[in-house]
């Protein structure tokens, strides 16, 4: 198994993991770009959204509900805070396991660069 975000899930390489359930995990980026910035990540290994189909509706909306349950706890859901799905190269898609950033904890710009 050559995926990083795998290797995490499998626990063979450490996360300071801050959810788990059956079928998603999320946990700390290591290089945080906000005060919070959680990663929240399928257990299924799917490269990119590009591989998504109807079958994962359920799971992307749980992805989506559970940022949002992760930033409420995080005491950013009022001031706000920022999701992301980065997706292959130009968008600076780094490790292809799908991932939703959560980003806050600070002001933030858009357009993203
Ligand atoms: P991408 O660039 O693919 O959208 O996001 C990948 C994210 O994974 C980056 O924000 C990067 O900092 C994070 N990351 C890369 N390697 C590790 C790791 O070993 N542990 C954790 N917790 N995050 C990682
Ligand atoms: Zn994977």
């Not at 390489?13 to 990663?39: G, R, W």
């Not at 490269?47 to 950013?76: F, H, P, Q, Y």
Request: hydrophobic share 45%.
């Amino acid at each position: 198994m050559s995926c990083l975000f795998c290797k995490i899930i499998a626990g063979d390489i450490p996360a300071s993991k801050v959810y788990e359930d059956d079928q998603m995990i999320a946990f700390n980026d290591i290089t945080p770009q906000a005060p919070m910035h959680v990663l929240v990540v399928p257990k299924r290994h799917l490269a990119t959204l590009n591989e998504l189909s109807a079958a994962e509706d359920g799971l992307v909306g749980a992805m989506v509900r559970r940022a949002a349950a992760i930033a409420k706890e995080r005491g950013v859901d009022g001031p706000g805070y920022r999701t992301v799905f980065n997706c292959n190269a130009q968008a600076g898609q780094s490790v292809f396991h799908i991932h939703l950033h959560v980003l806050g904890g600070r002001a933030m710009a858009w357009p993203p660069g």
